[in-house]
């Protein structure tokens, strides 16, 4: 290719030496005039006269003024050029002295004519650089204007380019030998450039514009066709004028602006084009015509924060209030459904713009750095895809109106049964991170998706769901980007399991991964794995990887290694240079598991030292994994070297927050922390226990994160599952067992599957899902009615066919795990470490929420604090009558208000000692006495009777407010509680954290205070 360029230069460069040679100073100069114009800028005149009227002062064509956007072309831009720069130009054959005739040239052009900044002289001969800058800095000292020099070998170099060799073809007669190799460009476009090149024909025609905005349109979607860009302006010009057709007009005026804007990057001159295309688009009844100026408003909007346009901010927002009252007027008129949806999708759009006037009002710039053109339409998008551009932080016009009009657009498909939904759904989809926290928005996503689904395939939902995961896994939404994950995985899974659905497989499992959730993403990775078919292989040890990574994170490394030994041979005979670490991240990933499973390996001995090194052998990559530990180390000493096992077990519970080798005893042990509680799943290390139990884990992970959006409102405890394998058919057992106040345990039998039968499938499914949603609710908050309508609306999102995807976890273990070693150590030897109580934080999204609990309103907070000022005095008259009067409960009070209580908590407490010290003198011993008690503490206490003040300690009050928590939950925030022994630090912390336990407060008078001292108000 090089050398067909240079092949060209050379035959340009010998026929511009034949030009001198034969004088042709005409063809010369007309030559360098269309290079001025096709590389310098458009806007050239020729600059002749007779001699009588002054003649050409120098200049052999210079350029004119004009408001038109985009005549400086690329090599101007280089020199500094800007659009409305004057510039002469002079050319010459001559071959003597041709600094003196450059510089005659210069003094004649800027003794008189228009006012220029630049000068460009095209010569035939070669100017040295030297002689060159030389020349340069003459006219500048004495002119204060910028020389640029084209000489022979600069001219053939800009005619060897594509895009201008037809003026070396036109002016120098080259041979067709000579024409320069094609860029990158589709051959239709060529030809209609070529056509369009040589036509005369004006142009006057919705068919001219057809053709030729397809043209425009490839040319500013594009880098290679933005050279090109002036040329097609230049011909769709006549368009614009005034006899033409309104529409044709319209439509012509339209591209010109996103031409200049996408292509060009800058609008200042077209401003006129663009009010005069708002402005009748206030008059207009034409939705698409409202559509194509609210296109037109947002890349004004664009362009004013790059400094690209002449509109103010002002002049946007009056522009965008104008056009929505525009399009309210027109929705109340009565029109047609599918003019009603065009006009609500452009609604939504004006109402998303970039509020100008809040944004200033609280002291913002919106500013964007970037220049429209350094990026194709194509490529910005992907870059906001990437994450290489982010969005910024300015307010929307109104943002829950975005919801309201896309409400209305919903409500009215039904009667627009034709009407595409596409770029409604792609615009959900780009402004996801935006909106996804407003109320409506999962509900017009579904409808949405169903309707792309039903018109263009669920491949079409899929892709739409793929773009919001992305867009929100950029912003670390990673909860919510699962969850559309989820959307777009089972869009594609229609029985046949293609690489799309498996690359969304493998994509749920890096999901959970990065939430922490590890048996979760050993499930999807397996899975991934076992729905690979024979057209695409290279995806079968991906998905092992997965597993593999997931299983060496929960220290699980006895599995992990066996896992990546599969996964490596796979790799090194399915994928395609299977060795290139850039192009398969996770090889990477699976050896530095390798790299310190070795290494713990090595120091602890038989039998880990023969399990891991047998593996590595097996998966052929013993020499590869020192390489690899030496490219990692660059021949420093292992840092693994000076320590030993113990400090290892250390340093990795330290990193990963689980033991290595947790796997290789007679008991397995899960443990992870999810939306407050701290899980832990055991189980026996035998074959079917070990499917059991890490199903279990699967589906409780998988549900606990499908759960966190909604808030399931979860004590912040500790639950412990013993899970046990039945027999196949075996009934589901789950019950709590032997809890402690900080723990809660479950014992949980599920059936085992011995067949590929779908309603073992299903039963097994349905057993597990239920046993995980009973551990979940039992150390849930929430009433039962709450609950219900959570788990309702969970099965309706599909948990069910989340939780067991494509196939029981059973299934996708065995496919891979059956002959795997479980056990390494005998019965009753120890996991590795000291003890085994270590867990790794929650993932992001899933820590306990510190947000209002559900039904917690400040309002009714305070309501219920109020009452309590109000009621709680009254039912202990004598008691705090004479409390008050006692000066060691008054230093209690203190010491507890110095400690954060609250005076109605200091109430309660007291209240509870006082009835409690009543009723241990009258235990109840049936029904009727338990009645009685009851009104008893409830009622006023009798006139005349306090209950001594020795009962109120300070002890005696802190075991009260314990006690009263319980009740004063549900009391005040219809709290539920359902662990047999009750964690009353976790109820604690939920009250603090989330209802305003330890906050919440009302203006009240002090009810400690004795009745002769003055009453101060706290």
Known sequence: MSNLVEQTKAEIRFALNQLAARNGQHEFETLA?????????????????????????????????TEMAGQTQRLGHKLGMRDRDGVGFTCTLQQEDIGSKIRGDVDKILADGTKVRFVLA????????????????????????????????????????????WIAETYLNLPARALPPPPDRPGWYEADLARWRATTEPVVSWGHYVDLTGCLRYAYHTREGREDIPFWLEKLAPLLDDDAPELLRHAARHQSIIAHHLGLGSMHPIDHLTAAELDAALNSNDPNVIADATVVLLLTCAASARGETSHTADQIMAWNRTLRARIDELLASG?????????????????????????????????????????????????????????????SVDRSGVIEAFARLAETLPSAPLYPVEHASRF????????????????????????????????????????????????????????????????????????????????????????????????YGLVASALTQQDNPELYPQGLFKAAAADY?????????????????????????????????????????????????????????????????????????????????HNRPLWWDRLDADELVTHVVKQLGRPPFGDAGSQRRIRFRCVGVTWTVEFRNQDQDVAVGERFAATLQITLAHL????????????????????????????????APTETRFRCVLATIDSRDSEAYRNAAQ????????????????????????????????????????????????????HNRLRLNPDDEPPLGDDDTACPDAGPGLEFPSTPGPRY?????????????????????????????????????????????????????????????????????????????RELFLAPEPEGAPVPPRFFSLSALEQALDVTLPASASAMWKISLRQHSLDIDAIRQVLITRYGWGSDDVEHEDPFQPASATRQTR
């Open 708 to 739: 966190a959006h909604a808030d399931p409102a979860l004590l912040p405890t500790s639950a412990t599952v013993l899970v046990t394998a039945g027999a196949p058919g075996t009934d589901l057992t789950i019950e709590q067992v032997q809890s």
């Open 857 to 933: 309103t400040l309002a009714n907070s305070h309501s219920e604090v109020r009452f309590k000022y109000e009621d709680l005095p009254r039912r202990m008259r004598p008691t705090l009558a004479a409390l008050r009067q006692t000066p060691a409960f008054a230093d209690t009070v203190a010491s507890l208000r110095e400690r954060g209580w609250l005076d109605w908590q200091i109430l309660l407490a007291t209240h509870c000692v006082a009835k409690n010290a009543r009723l241990q003198f009258r235990s109840p011993h049936s029904q009727e006495d338990l009645e009685a008690a």
């Open 428 to 523: 959900l989809s780009l402004h996801a991170p935006l909106l996804i926290d407003e109320p409506q928005w999962d509900a017009l996503v579904d409808v949405f998706d169903s309707r792309l689904a039903a018109s263009m395939g669920d491949a079409a939902a899929a892709d739409k769901a793929l773009d919001r995961a992305s867009a929100l896994f950029k912003v670390g939404r990673k909860l919510d980007g699962l969850r559309h994950l989820h959307r777009a995985r089972l869009s594609l899974f229609n029985g046949e399991a293609g690489s799309r659905l498996i690359e969304a497989t493998l994509a749920t499992a890096e999901a959970y991964q990065q939430l922490r959730l590890y048996s979760a993403a050993k499930y």
């Open 553 to 633: 994170h929960q220290g699980n490394w006895v599995s992990s290694t066996q896992l990546n030994r599969v996964a490596l041979v796979a790799h090194g005979l399915l994928a395609e240079q299977a060795l290139d670490f850039d192009r398969h991240p996770w090889l990477g990933a699976s050896l530095f598991e390798l790299t310190n499973t070795r290494a713990l390996a090595d120091k602890l001995g038989t039998p880990y030292k023969d399990l891991v090194d047998d593996a590595i052998t097996e998966a052929g990559v013993s020499v590869l994994l020192d390489s690899f530990i030496e490219g990692v180390n």
């Open 122 to 165: 095209y010569c035939e001969v070669n100017i040295p650089v030297a002689r060159r800058h030389e020349l340069q800095r003459q006219v500048r000292t004495k002119h204060a204007v910028r020389l640029e020099i084209f000489d022979g070998t600069a001219i053939a170099e800009l005619l060897a380019h594509h895009a201008t060799f």
């Open 33 to 65: 005039r269309m290079l001025a114009r096709a590389t310098v800028t458009r806007n050239i005149l020729p600059a002749t006269g007779p001699v009588a009227a002054g003649g050409d002062q120098g200049r052999d064509f210079e350029t004119f003024h």
């Open 335 to 395: 029109l047609n459904p599918g003019e009603v949806c065009s006009l609500l999708e452009s609604l939504a759009a004006l109402r998303m713009q970039p509020d100008l006037d809040q944004s200033a009002a609280e002291g913002h710039i919106y500013q964007v750095a970037d220049a429209t053109t350094d990026f194709t339409l194509g490529e910005r998008l992907q870059a906001i895809a990437e994450n290489g551009l982010q969005p910024i932080a300015v307010p």
């Open 767 to 818: 057993q597990t899902l239920a046993a995980a949603t009973s551990v979940i609710v039992t150390v849930s908050t929430l009433p039962n009615d709450h609950w219900k309508l959570l788990l309702d609306q969970a099965f309706e999102q599909n948990l069910p066919s989340i939780a067991t995807f494509a196939m029981p976890y059973d299934i996708a273990f065995h496919n891979v795990a059956r």
